[in-house]
C-alpha cells in the first residue's frame, strides 16, 4: 500500500460549540475545515455492556466518530502501534484514515456513536480479517 497512516494521524477534532441560552449546536459542513466530504452517516446504538463494534479497516473511506451520547473508546491499530481515545462530548470527533485498523470498545449505558464516512458502502473496501489488514499494509 505504501505510506501507510499511523494511528498517530488519526486525529481528534475540536468541531466547536455554539452556545445558546436554550442549548448548544455543533455544525459539519462539506468544504470547511472537516477533513474530507461526507457521502454516509450512520450511528450505533444499544451497544450492550462489554460488547465492542467495528475490528476493521478501510482501503480508502476515512471515517470520523462522534460520541452523540455518553462515551467510548476507539482502539486504533496501524500494524505496528496501538493507540486508544477516548470520546465523550459531542462536539469532538476522531478522524480515521483508511489503512487504521479501529474498534469501539467500553460502551456506556445509552452511548450513541455516530460516523461520518467519505464513501457509501462498499463491501470490497473493508478489511475485515485482521491478518488480511496486516498483508495489506505490508504490499
Not at 30 to 49: E, H, M, Q, T
Request: glycine share 8%; aromatic share 12%.
Amino acid at each position: 500500500m505504501g505510506n501507510n497512516p499511523n494511528v498517530f494521524e488519526c486525529s481528534v477534532v475540536d468541531l466547536a460549540k455554539i452556545n445558546f441560552n436554550e442549548g448548544n449546536l455543533t455544525v459539519i459542513e462539506n468544504n470547511s475545515k472537516f477533513p474530507f466530504a461526507v457521502k454516509r452517516v450512520f450511528y450505533l446504538y444499544d451497544i450492550a455492556g462489554g460488547e465492542s463494534r467495528g475490528a476493521h479497516a478501510h482501503k480508502e473511506c476515512h471515517q470520523f466518530l462522534i460520541a452523540a451520547s455518553g462515551s467510548f473508546e476507539v482502539s486504533l491499530d496501524d500494524g505496528k502501534f496501538k493507540r486508544q481515545v477516548f470520546l465523550n462530548r459531542p462536539d469532538v470527533g476522531l478522524h480515521v484514515p483508511p489503512g487504521v485498523w479501529a474498534s469501539e470498545v467500553n460502551f456506556s449505558s445509552g452511548a450513541i456513536c455516530l460516523v461520518l464516512a467519505s464513501h457509501t458502502y462498499n463491501e470490497a473496501d473493508y478489511l475485515r480479517n485482521y491478518d488480511d489488514f496486516l498483508n495489506y499494509i505490508d504490499e
